[in-house]
């Protein structure tokens, strides 16, 4: 977005304690943020992202019809050892048809249309799934939350009403597209 000649830029004065600037000092010093503003601009994309204005109280956060909760990767590893290993895909496929309604009531995204997608992954990567691409015919998975890879293809089978067959086993995930029906 670029501002017009005539409109002046709004200055904002953000005051922080001293504990928040050291904070962000190390962040900056530790080459894990580029400045202040860059850092500024980054929490105001995760709070639109997620919109974090339906935060109740902390630890109880609703995306529209879903509420969400921030949980490790070892919970959800566990969950699925006492799962048969048939049944990995198939839930999968179950948890990503939750996963669509949820988006198209909450969201209004349509995940089985492809030109949605990019938005689609935004808001997985920005729940922490990991970053979802579209490489021609094949679906990549860099740093997937969930390296369960059966469990993964069924996932994205329900969330995009596709089919895909598996071309890797362990991150970088692929997966090759062979019905998008």
Request: proline share 5%; charged share 30%.
């Amino acid at each position: 977005m670029h501002m017009s000649e005539e409109q002046p830029v709004k200055r904002t004065t953000i005051i922080l304690d001293e504990e928040e600037r050291r904070y962000i000092d190390k962040l900056i010093e530790e080459g894990r943020e580029p400045g202040i503003k860059p850092l500024i601009s980054k929490m105001l994309d995760v709070y639109r992202s997620m919109g974090i204005h339906d935060w109740k109280y902390p630890g109880e956060y609703y995306s529209g019809v879903s509420r969400v909760a921030f949980i490790n990767v070892e919970f959800i590893n566990i969950l699925l050892q006492f799962i048969p290993e048939e049944k990995w895909q198939e839930t999968g496929q179950k948890i990503g048809d939750a996963a669509r309604i949820s988006l198209e009531a909450s969201l209004d995204l349509q995940a089985t249309n492809h030109e949605e997608w990019p938005e689609v992954f935004k808001r997985l990567r920005v729940q922490g799934f990991g970053d979802f691409y579209v490489r021609d015919k094949y679906v990549v998975i860099k740093t997937p939350f969930i390296s369960n890879h059966k469990f993964l293809n069924g996932f994205l089978e329900g969330l995009l009403g596709i089919q895909l067959e598996e071309k890797t086993l362990t991150p970088p995930l692929i997966y090759e597209i062979t019905n998008t029906s």
